[in-house]
């Protein structure tokens, strides 16, 4: 099974500020998967295949990586940007998430 | 619209069983791979099982190997989850979630179960 491993665990950020979260995988894979989950919702598909925007997602966030380290990255945060972001990867069985960050507003 | 909504969770005793479904709408359910996924309380997300379009493939996750069943009526546009042999530690909120290739493109809004004597 492929673990992934996120950093940080929490963090805080201002309206305005570059925030970069990190998802290593203790083996490589092909590609990662990002969601939100806002507090009391459903998670959201919000980057997939590494850097591709799922449908909706505002063009401030972006995503990258390889192998085994992967990144996303919101330009700018905003408000509505406070929530839990999970990593997943599909490339092989059984498919595995990240523990999470948790994502504040400061 | 794509929609997912689960129904069946509930308050269980340890050993018991639990069926969970998942209605599906806004898409053509035949066509796609479906997925369980559940999330305990206050914690991340753990993948339960999966099925393909036609259900000629399944797969589990060890922790429920053996004890969960998860199947589909495409005609019923309808995914199951067949919950055996309850434990504490299967306390969550189960999601189903639309499989696209190895990721998980829409989520339900989740059906809790609590196995509690």
């Known amino acids: 099974e492929i673990v992934l491993t996120q950093s940080p665990t929490t963090m805080a950020a201002s309206p305005g500020e570059k925030v970069t979260l990190t998802c290593r995988a203790s083996?490589?894979?092909?590609?990662m998967h990002w969601y939100q989950q806002r507090s009391g919702a459903s998670p959201k598909l919000w980057i997939y295949?590494?850097?591709k925007l799922a449908s909706g997602v505002p063009n401030r966030f972006s995503g990258s990586g390889s192998g085994t380290s992967y990144s996303l990255t919101i330009n700018s945060m905003e408000t509505e940007d406070a929530a839990t972001y999970y990593c997943?990867?599909?490339?092989?069985?059984?498919?595995?998430f990240g523990a999470g960050t948790k994502l504040e507003l400061k | 619209e794509v929609q997912l909504v689960e129904s069946g969770g509930g308050l269980v005793q340890p050993g018991r069983s639990l069926k969970l479904s998942c209605l599906a709408s806004?898409?053509?359910?035949?066509?796609?791979?479906m997925n369980w996924i559940r999330q305990a309380p206050g914690k991340g997300l753990e993948w339960v099982a999966s099925?393909?379009?036609?259900?000629?493939?399944?797969y589990y996750a060890d922790t429920v190997k053996g004890r969960f069943t998860i199947s589909r009526d495409n005609a019923k546009n309808t995914l199951y989850l067949q919950m055996t042999s309850l434990r504490s530690e299967d306390t969550a909120l189960y999601y189903c979630a639309r499989g696209e290739l190895n990721w998980f493109a829409y989520w339900g809004q989740g059906t809790l179960v609590t196995v509690s004597s």
């Open positions: 083996s490589s894979v092909s590609y």
């Open positions: 099925i393909s379009s036609s259900s000629s493939y399944i």
């Open positions: 997943q990867q599909g490339s092989s069985y059984p498919p595995t």
């Open positions: 295949e590494t850097s």
């Open positions: 806004g898409f053509t359910f035949s066509n796609y791979g």
